[in-house]
DNA sequence: ATTAGGCCCTGCGCGC
DNA sequence: TGCGCGCAGGGCCTAA
């Protein structure tokens, strides 16, 4: 379930495990996720220590002593598993601390990545240097909504989904967030008035801090190894919710744009 | 320049 | 019980 609160969730388990720890094993199980394993992973993480961990957008970060920094992603079905009861068929990275503790990446539908690059030019890595502001930093708010919608006519829905617009928001949260700010996810971004893009703004930050919120009183539970990730989902307004009442009375309704489920309540949402 | 659609891959829940 | 189908939290590529 990996949109950005799940990869803080997952950066923030994996801390007390790594950080300050010298790495003894460090083995990739296959040669690709999405796209091929760096072949020298083994080799520049074996022996390293972690000297911290962070987050951007839906990436994970993992910075070693020796100046690499190990990124990864979960794309839909990735998860790390701490002190697995065993290792599974879709475990493709185990990670072992001299303090004897076992990290498992797993991720059965491969859609994930690791890649290895140098920490002093991570920021220039290609995947980064596209990505729009951190939606809980100091770059993102109304201003930035208004700039970036200003002209388009694409469904607002779609271009929150756009990376490169705000970073790390994914389908649930999205849909989330428009139906706190009650806005149609069809309506042309560029026709939404100041005002709405500033619900909106706050209700993308509220919903994420939530999010974290409660995937981290949840930490014990994603430490276990047959452990789930994060349980927002018990506090969803409408993802997943078809059918049921929105809190205004209305009906949520499910439609599908760009190929991907919305969750919306055609009653509030205009 | 945007945007629509397909694809990558496995697992799960549902209806028959 | 078994099988086929649709669906799933993401991102990248192509083609219009």
Same mark, same amino acid.
Request: charged share 30%; aromatic share 6%.
């Given at each position: ?126 995947? @980064? /240097?596209?990505? =729009?502001? !951190? ?5 993102? *708010?109304?201003?930035? &909504?208004?700039?970036?919608?200003? +002209? ?83 506090? @969803? /307004?409408?993802? =997943?919710? !078809? ?5 205004? *009375?209305?009906?949520? &309704?499910?439609?599908?744009?760009? +190929? ?11």
């Amino acid at each position: 379930m990996p949109e950005l609160p799940e990869v803080e969730t997952t950066v923030r388990g994996l801390r007390p495990v790594l950080e300050g720890h010298r790495l003894a094993r460090v083995e990739p199980r296959r040669a690709d996720l999405r796209r091929a394993i760096p072949q020298d992973l083994r080799q520049r993480m074996t022996g390293a220590v972690v000297t911290g961990l962070r987050r951007r957008a839906k990436y994970g970060l993992i910075d070693t002593d020796r100046g690499d920094t190990l990124i990864f992603h979960l794309g839909m079905s990735g998860r790390w598993r701490i002190d697995p009861d065993g290792i599974g068929a879709h475990d493709h990275l185990l990670v072992e601390t001299e303090a004897g503790r076992l990290l498992a990446l797993n991720d059965p539908r491969r859609f994930g990545s690791l890649d290895l690059v140098e920490t002093a030019g991570v920021d220039e890595w290609p995947a @980064f /240097r596209a990505l =729009g502001p !951190e939606p809980l930093g100091p770059d993102f *708010g109304v201003a930035h &909504l208004a700039r970036m919608f200003e +002209g388009r006519v694409a469904p607002i829905k779609l271009l929150l989904l756009d990376q490169r617009i705000v970073a790390g928001l994914g389908n649930i949260y999205v849909c989330e967030a428009l139906n706190m700010a009650r806005i149609d996810p069809r309506k042309p971004a560029g026709r939404i008035g100041r005002a709405k893009l500033a619900l909106l703004a706050s209700a993308v930050r509220e919903v994420l801090a939530a999010a974290i919120e409660a995937g981290g009183s949840t930490l014990r539970d994603y430490a276990r190894p047959d452990g789930e990730l994060g349980y927002f989902f018990k506090q @969803f /307004r409408v993802y =997943g919710r !078809e059918g049921e009442a929105c809190s205004c *009375g209305g009906t949520i &309704l499910r439609q599908v744009d760009g +190929g991907r489920s919305t969750f919306a309540c055609p009653k509030c949402q205009r």
